[in-house]
């Protein structure tokens, strides 16, 4: 990450095809389904792109470019038209929503250790 050069924020040396498709999703505010939905593919096979654990076939690029409102050269390689860098506040809220999360995996844990240590009781 790179704050000093926004330009470089989603470059292709620091985020790859899928970070680049979550970041502009996320930015035009749809959610994995209803991007998935938009190209009439199934939600596991968008996820899988997302995950950079597979790659849209080349017209699909297309329609997401367009539908992500972000260059197909900036979808590709990070270059071009695209997002910039996060600014302090999105940064700031990105921070708060991964500190809810880790307090409520965090309350998650408790429980499931409390259950076991129950069944663990039982056992005995």
Known sequence: MNAE??????????????DRLAAAREAAGLTEAAAAAALGVAPATYDGWEKDAAMPRANQVHILSGI????LTWLLTGEGPGLSGPDDAHAE???????EDLAE??????LLEARVRQMMMRLE
Do not use: C, H, K, N
């Open 93 to 99: 809220a990105a921070i708060a929503r991964l500190t």
């Open 105 to 110: 995996t965090q309350a998650r844990m408790q």
């Open 68 to 71: 992500l409102g972000v260059s």
């Open 5 to 18: 050069d926004p330009e470089l924020w989603f470059s292709d040396a620091i985020a790859t095809f899928g």
